[in-house]
């Protein structure tokens, strides 16, 4: 079982509804739920959500703002677990290269930290690319949502928007490759569900638009990921604590040509199979 939650601001407040054909099916706030961190804390996020959007009134989609689907939690990120992201680092990075090697196949994963929310951007909202970077790409990534025992609760999109000229030039440079305003990308909801996913049957794509046309697509699935959820959230874990929960970016499978950098006015489209599409435009300065 399965339902997709998103924040949304109708009427000028922020809400939760449960996503329909038709449009936001409003949850009513209870003193047990009141937040996107209550729900994704019940003892069944997906049963909780269904109950208190029992007989709601529903919002078209042009009546409401789709919201970032975070609160206050840490947003971190995996790195280099697919062999595109291997490639991709270590032709980028001369100095890097055998780290960006060596972390594949290494039990212990690349994790980095990588939003706070006040940096991260929702769906249609404007993602950024630094003023200092000659040379920026979206990565598109599952995102793993987590209760503050390191459940896996549900999952959503996330672009972790990277400098790769910044993190190419040394590896010590990474966090100001990937941290910044405007940095991340989440959304457009949280799909809540009690099943594994299907890593086989989640596709992941990334279309890039310039002037209304097409000027990159790429696409992986969930299962060319060298490693397990249950690896990258144990390592997250291990010895670190989020009191409201967390956000796991699970590392990128697309990664466009090196002649390639994002510009100003592009527009980014992030589909998951099963989930939806993350759209942002994208900013500079
Ligand atoms: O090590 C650099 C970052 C890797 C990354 O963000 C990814 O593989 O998605
Ligand atoms: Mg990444």
């Known amino acids: ?16 509804a449960v996503v329909e054909e038709s449009g936001f099916r409003l949850l009513t706030s209870t003193s047990e739920c009141r937040t996107l ?13 269904r109950g ?40 980028e990075s001369e100095t890097g290269a055998s780290h960006y090697d060596r972390v594949y196949t290494a039990a212990r994963p690349e994790l980095f930290f990588k939003a706070t929310p006040h940096r991260v951007v929702g769906p249609d909202a404007p993602i950024r690319i630094r003023t200092d970077t000659k040379w ?20 959503t999109i996330g672009n972790d928007m990277s400098a790769r000229d910044i993190e190419g030039e040394n590896p010590l440079y990474l966090p100001q490759a990937k941290v910044y305003n ?9 799909l809540l569900t009690h099943d594994a996913l299907d ?16 000027v990159f697509r790429g696409e992986t699935n969930v299962d060319q990921m060298a490693r397990t959820f249950a690896d990258l959230i144990n390592w997250l874990g291990h010895d670190n604590s989020f009191p409201t929960g ?27 199979v099963g989930i939806g599409v993350l759209r942002n435009r994208v900013v500079q300065g």
């Open 1 to 16: 079982m399965a339902v997709k939650v998103a924040k949304i601001e109708h009427a000028g407040i922020a809400r939760l």
């Open 136 to 155: 920026s790409v979206p990565e598109p990534e599952l995102t793993l949502v987590l209760t503050d025992g390191m459940d896996l609760v549900g999952y």
């Open 52 to 91: 208190l959007a029992h007989k709601q009134p529903v919002v078209a989609f042009g009546d409401a703002k789709p919201l970032a689907p975070i609160d206050d939690q840490e947003v971190w990120a995996a790195g280099v677990t697919y062999k595109r992201s291997q490639i991709a680092r270590m032709e």
């Open 246 to 272: 967390a956000y796991l970016l699970t590392g990128t499978g697309v990664v466009p040509p090196n002649d390639f950098t994002l510009v100003a006015g592009d527009e980014v489209a992030i589909e998951i």
């Open 182 to 190: 405007d940095c991340c990308g989440l959304g457009p909801w949280i």
């Open 199 to 214: 890593r086989e049957g989640t596709k992941i794509s990334l279309s890039i638009a310039r002037d209304g046309k097409e």
């Open 37 to 49: 961190t209550d729900l994704l804390h019940a003892d069944d996020p997906v049963d909780m959500a």
